[in-house]
């Protein structure tokens, strides 16, 4: 019991144990319930899913696909702003460094959020209170998971397994016998060579040119970049 108060005193052993471990159950109830809905394919090459199999189906790549988003967003002309891939992780790191000075803003006096912080402050704590103040944090959740399921939602992430089995052999998946010497020259010289071209067109003139669509996505970037590697999680079935 507070004396000056007259409340009772919320201590970390049990008030804020016991609610930490009702959220966690949740959470962890959640997980197992998506994990049982939407499990992940394991039996290949005894069955082999299909190639497009996955998309709209919640998995831990949306996470992945949302921080490499720039690769799919900035190519061709825009490929000057993938700078922004490393600088925008250094900036949400020196906003999080920032955060516990937030309180020394004085938020009262932005137009729209005196009459909220006033009345937030002198209501009893509660749900309601909690709520109140938890609104950026929340909002900032909101916007987060938005922009994951808007940039994840589309890749087929449960059909892997229809090419990369180890009946389709060495680079599907099985790796090469030498990963260093693959990657520094083989894919290298992919990367720097080759170009995007293969597919979408729209047939061919009578002299045999093909007639090619601008109205998709052609020779934006290398066989087997960054951008490709997008591509191919996005379009497994065209690109290959």
């Not at 998995?59 to 190519?75: D, I, K, R």
């Not at 402050?121 to 399921?149: C, N």
């Not at 490709?228 to 690109?239: D, L, V």
Request: charged share 15%; hydrophobic share 45%.
């Amino acid at each position: 019991m507070d004396n000056a108060t007259g409340k009772k005193a919320i201590k970390w052993w049990p008030h804020y144990v016991l609610t930490l471990s009702v959220v966690f159950t949740a959470v962890l109830a959640l997980i197992v319930v998506l994990a049982y809905m939407f499990p992940v394919p394991f039996e290949a090459p005894a069955v082999i899913p299909m190639p497009d199999d996955g998309e709209n189906v919640p998995g831990p790549e949306w996470l992945f696909l949302m921080l490499w988003q720039p690769f799919w967003t900035f190519t061709g002309s825009l490929r000057k702003f993938l700078f922004l891939m490393p600088v925008t992780p250094i900036v949400i790191g020196i906003a999080l460094f920032l955060l516990p000075f937030a309180h020394k803003i004085s938020f009262g006096k932005i137009p729209g959020l005196k009459g909220v912080m006033d009345k937030a402050s002198s209501m009893r704590s509660g749900i309601v209170k909690s709520f109140l103040y938890g609104i950026p944090a929340i909002f900032f959740g909101l916007i987060v998971a938005g922009y994951a399921v808007r940039s994840g939602h589309q890749a087929k992430i449960l059909g892997c397994d229809a090419c990369h089995n180890p009946a389709m052999g060495f680079k599907q998946a099985i790796p090469p016998v030498n990963v260093f010497k693959y990657y520094s020259v083989e894919r290298a010289s992919q990367i720097g060579s080759a170009k995007y071209t293969a597919g979408k067109s729209d047939g061919v003139t009578e002299q045999g040119e093909t007639i090619t669509n601008t109205s998709v996505r052609t020779d934006e970037g290398g066989y087997k970049d960054a951008n490709w590697q997008m591509r191919h999680m996005y379009e497994p079935t065209f690109t290959w």
